[in-house]
């Protein structure tokens, strides 16, 4: 370990490449501690999503139309305005106006923090996607399939967590996985509102130790890295999933 | 219509929703796409802000004190935010056609005979397709020299320029990749037939195949578009004046709590009103160019 540090410390002074979060302790910490946030801040609202995703589309067949129409809107409203306004509006406008409470240390704490705040707005934002990709997974289930659930005996409820929902799912994999990928590079924005993640580590870093060339591509490779890894274990999944017979 | 399971005569699934169906591959890799629109959903975005205009409006009054009532402060900031909101436009609009050229550059780059272009051009775009667009914003901030000097002529970068090319970047392996979505999409046979005529390999994509994917590359490029658009106000986090900044700084002048909501609001509608009408747009040329079976 120590040697690869040394290595590190040598290619800082000889050809001036500065990889300080390669041997200094405080520098790795903070990166580390940033790609955790990102991690985190992504499996969340990666969850979060494909549940909004999952309860939108359900009730997007609702038999009211009032339901109907409030999804609707929903969608439209996150699909067609930049997810930084959302943000800004989420954290600035909304944030503004909820109560603040004392904490431990006598300090006024709003009552979402800004990470809470991150995880909802992308989660809202991601959610509006996936709705859309569900539906369309949920109409290439074939009305007869439902109609034997109905004659079964099973409730509305229970033929779209049974019957329609496995089938679904299976279907809009691919389009899921796009928008889960779009989702882990959203999570960039939280660096507007100072979330601790990898970008606002990587650019705390790089103020001070003036490294920018070398944090930037760290940067880019990391996300990448990510992002591809997400791809790989979705595609894995992808695979797993896949129903003999139906293929496109 | 039902897809059936090789061997066997019993229907396993419809084909997959018109969503997923209506574009190929490379379109859906975007993942972004625009369907089901109600001109009801705009009507309903109005009344929302009427609404928050008017709670806001309801509180300030309750504070008691005389002050400016919402909706004349948000006259008085509205023509300063638009002008910034504009410049939003306008870098999208550069940054399009900037992203198109090269796109479609290196989109022809990646259906190359030659291997070595082919694959440098396939890492090229999957890399900046998979970097998030705000990472490669800060790259090109700090990283492009504030001027360039050519043979002793010096010309000046300045920092929107600079935000405009790294806008681009992502936007240029969108486009490379509808590019090389929509040739892959022309049936083999063009190609064979034009083979048949003796044209050559430059005149068949530029008087056979290009023209034909022309037709269906505009709905995910306008796609592209909208997003972009939406991306821009990523510019104010680098600290370009744009039309979010415009609004904070009218917030921060203003000082009052309840001005947030409608001011956010007004922005977020602004944008929503440009882009709805293109994802519209998109749905109907979508629709128009569909390929069948």
């Not at chain 1, 880019?220 to 797993?240: F, S």
């Not at chain 2, 034009?194 to 050559?200: N, P, R, V």
């Not at chain 2, 290009?210 to 578009?225: D, G, H």
Request: charged share 10%.
């Amino acid at each position: 370990m120590s040697a690869i540090e040394a290595f590190f410390q040598r290619l800082g002074t000889a050809p001036g490449w500065n990889f300080s979060i390669v041997y200094d302790a405080f520098d790795r910490a903070r990166f580390l501690e940033g790609l955790v946030t990102t991690i985190l801040l992504s499996l969340t609202c990666l969850v979060l999503s494909i549940i909004i995703g999952i309860v939108g589309a359900w009730l997007q067949g609702s038999t009211l139309r009032v339901t109907r129409r409030i999804v609707q809107g929903y969608i439209q409203f996150f699909r067609n305005t930049p997810p930084l306004v959302q943000l800004f509006f989420f954290y600035f406008a909304i944030g503004s106006i909820l109560p603040r409470s004392l904490n431990s240390s006598g300090q006024m704490e709003p009552m979402i923090s800004n990470l809470g705040w991150a995880i909802v707005s992308f989660s809202f934002f991601a959610g509006a996607f996936n709705v859309e990709i569900f539906r369309s997974g949920i109409q290439a289930v074939p009305r007869t399939t439902v109609e034997a659930a109905e004659a079964l005996g099973y409730s509305r409820l229970g033929i779209y967590v049974h019957v329609v929902l496995p089938l679904a799912f299976r279907i809009c994999l691919p389009a899921l996985n796009n928008n889960l990928v779009n989702l882990v590079k959203t999570t960039t924005l939280a660096y507007a509102i100072a979330v601790p993640e990898l970008l606002y580590a990587a650019a705390q870093i790089w103020s001070e130790v003036f490294n920018v060339r070398e944090m930037m591509n760290v940067l880019l490779v990391t996300y990448v890295a990510i992002v591809a890894v997400l791809v790989w274990a979705m595609g894995r999944w992808e695979r797993a999933m896949r129903i003999p017979g139906y293929s496109t | 219509m039902i897809a059936r399971a090789p061997g066997t005569d019993l229907p396993v699934l419809l084909p997959a929703g018109d969503a997923l169906r209506a574009r190929p591959d490379q379109a859906a890799a975007l993942g972004w796409t625009s369907r089901s629109f109600t001109p009801r959903s705009l009507a309903s975005l109005l009344a929302l802000f009427v609404l928050a205009v008017l709670v806001a409006d309801a509180q300030a009054q309750a504070a008691g004190a005389p002050r400016e009532s919402v909706v004349t402060m948000l006259l008085k900031w509205a023509p300063l935010v638009f002008q910034g909101f504009l410049f939003n436009l306008l870098v999208s609009v550069l940054a399009m056609a900037l992203g198109s050229f090269a796109g479609a550059a290196l989109g022809l780059a990646q259906i190359s005979l030659l291997a070595p272009v082919r694959g440098a051009s396939w890492i090229a775009t999957q890399f900046f397709r998979n970097a998030p667009w705000l990472v490669l914003l800060f790259y090109c901030m700090f990283l492009l020299p504030f001027e360039i000097q050519i043979l002793g002529l010096t010309i000046p970068l300045p920092a929107w320029l600079k935000a405009v090319v790294g806008l681009a970047l992502p936007v240029m392996a969108n486009v490379a990749e509808i590019v090389r979505g929509g040739v892959r999409s022309i049936p083999a046979t063009q190609w064979e037939s034009a083979e048949a005529l003796a044209f050559s390999r430059r005149q068949t994509l530029w008087m056979v195949i290009l023209p034909q994917c022309l037709k269906r590359m505009t709905p995910p490029w306008m796609n592209l578009y909208a997003i972009l658009t939406m991306a821009t106000t990523l510019i104010s986090v680098v600290g370009i004046q744009d039309g979010m900044t415009t609004a904070r700084a009218a917030l921060v002048a203003e000082q009052r709590l309840e001005l947030f909501i409608p001011m956010y609001l007004m922005l977020l509608s602004w944008f929503f009103l440009y882009c709805y009408p293109i994802a519209r747009l998109t749905l109907r040329l979508e629709r128009r160019f569909q390929v069948r079976g």
